[in-house]
């Protein structure tokens, strides 16, 4: 790492950038309520960085350890129920905590924050539970508010035997951004109590969205082969890569982007993180041309 800027990304496969730059799209993707997932070492504070932001926002968050729960715990616990006739059907349960985060955010205009730790360790029926509440924020019958934001914190596939890549269904909803603060940015968090400044985020930042729709929509037409690319190694499967969802993706992030002032590097890394470095890449030098 070289003035807080790592400089070797191919043992992860994912784009790095200073701590700043880190902090600044984690924030973005936050507002713009596109799911994140921050890939760290552990010990790397990406769980104090999470809680630090809700409470920069004053939104309630809510943390979910994944090696102490099962698949119940995300969708809730079924059971039968009938009106009356012989027409019976399954329900699931609605979960305490989910009601709870609910009736918080409702304080907050319906914003709030839940929070998905060492997902990396969580078996696939657990990563299958997780699909709802992070695509649709609907846990089992249970509909969250849809201003709860989700955040998930992820080490490295090489920290131990036991942790497993995210299925391909849930990292493809996600927006992932590695999370490697250098020394300096820790000292000064740490001579701050870790006080964040966050981007600038207008009230209608969403007006923008018809223009950059637009230029991802027309780079689609001249680059149809980034569409879609889904990787066929499991592990880089566990990453981001284009889809149709992750280019959505990549429209908001780019239009939170544009209206909070962001650097170039910022919609680097957010761009990187939903469709992959290759993609961002033939993008980010597309758009650029074209501006030229």
Same mark, same amino acid.
């Given at each position: 790492?070289?003035?807080?800027?790592?400089?070797?990304?191919?043992?992860?496969?994912?784009?790095?950038?200073?701590?700043?730059? @880190?902090?600044?799209?984690?924030?973005? /993707?936050? &507002? *713009? #309520?596109?799911? +994140?997932?921050?890939?760290?070492? !552990?010990?790397?504070?990406?769980?104090?960085?999470?809680?630090?932001?809700?409470?920069?926002?004053?939104?309630?968050?809510?943390?979910?350890?994944?090696?102490?729960?099962?698949?119940?715990?995300?969708?809730?616990?079924?059971?039968?129920?009938?009106?009356?006739?012989?027409?019976?059907?399954?329900?699931?349960?609605?979960?305490?905590?989910?009601?709870?985060?609910?009736?918080?955010?409702?304080?907050?205009?319906?914003?709030?924050?839940?929070?998905?730790?060492?997902?990396?360790?969580?078996?696939?029926?657990?990563?299958?539970?997780?699909?709802?509440?992070?695509?649709?924020?609907?846990?089992?019958?249970?509909?969250?508010?849809?201003?709860?934001?989700?955040?998930?914190?992820?080490?490295?596939?090489?920290?131990? @035997?036991?942790?497993?890549?995210?299925? /391909?269904? &849930? *990292? #493809?909803?996600? +927006?992932?951004?590695?999370?490697? !603060?250098?020394?300096?940015?820790?000292?000064?968090?740490?001579?701050?109590?870790?006080?964040?400044?966050?981007?600038?985020?207008?009230?209608?930042?969403?007006?923008?969205?018809?223009?950059?729709?637009?230029?991802?929509?027309?780079?689609?037409?001249?680059?149809?082969?980034?569409?879609?690319?889904?990787?066929?190694?499991?592990?880089?499967?566990?990453?981001?890569?284009?889809?149709?969802?992750?280019?959505?993706?990549?429209?908001?992030?780019?239009?939170?982007?544009?209206?909070?002032?962001?650097?170039?590097?910022?919609?680097?890394?957010?761009?990187?993180?939903?469709?992959?470095?290759?993609?961002?890449?033939?993008?980010?030098?597309?758009?650029?041309?074209?501006?030229?």
């Amino acid at each position: 790492m070289r003035n807080g800027l790592a400089t070797d990304a191919s043992s992860t496969g994912y784009a790095l950038g200073s701590t700043a730059d @880190a902090t600044s799209a984690i924030a973005v /993707a936050i &507002l *713009a #309520n596109v799911p +994140v997932a921050l890939r760290g070492d !552990p010990g790397t504070g990406k769980t104090s960085l999470v809680r630090s932001i809700a409470d920069a926002l004053r939104w309630p968050i809510h943390t979910m350890t994944a090696t102490i729960h099962d698949a119940t715990d995300f969708a809730g616990m079924a059971y039968l129920s009938s009106n009356g006739t012989l027409d019976t059907r399954t329900n699931r349960a609605s979960l305490q905590w989910a009601v709870a985060l609910a009736q918080e955010s409702v304080k907050c205009g319906g914003n709030g924050l839940l929070f998905f730790d060492d997902i990396s360790y969580a078996p696939p029926a657990v990563q299958n539970a997780l699909l709802q509440i992070v695509q649709e924020r609907r846990v089992g019958e249970f509909q969250l508010p849809f201003g709860v934001r989700c955040a998930a914190a992820l080490n490295p596939m090489d920290t131990a @035997a036991s942790m497993r890549a995210l299925t /391909a269904p &849930l *990292a #493809n909803r996600m +927006v992932h951004i590695t999370w490697a !603060p250098d020394a300096d940015s820790w000292a000064e968090g740490n001579l701050s109590g870790w006080h964040l400044t966050l981007p600038n985020f207008p009230e209608k930042w969403q007006h923008g969205f018809a223009a950059t729709r637009a230029k991802v929509t027309a780079f689609i037409r001249t680059r149809p082969n980034y569409l879609h690319s889904e990787p066929t190694d499991e592990s880089a499967q566990g990453g981001p890569w284009p889809s149709g969802r992750t280019w959505e993706m990549v429209i908001t992030l780019l239009s939170a982007c544009d209206a909070a002032g962001a650097g170039a590097e910022v919609r680097r890394l957010l761009t990187a993180g939903a469709v992959g470095q290759t993609a961002a890449a033939e993008y980010l030098a597309w758009e650029a041309d074209r501006q030229q």
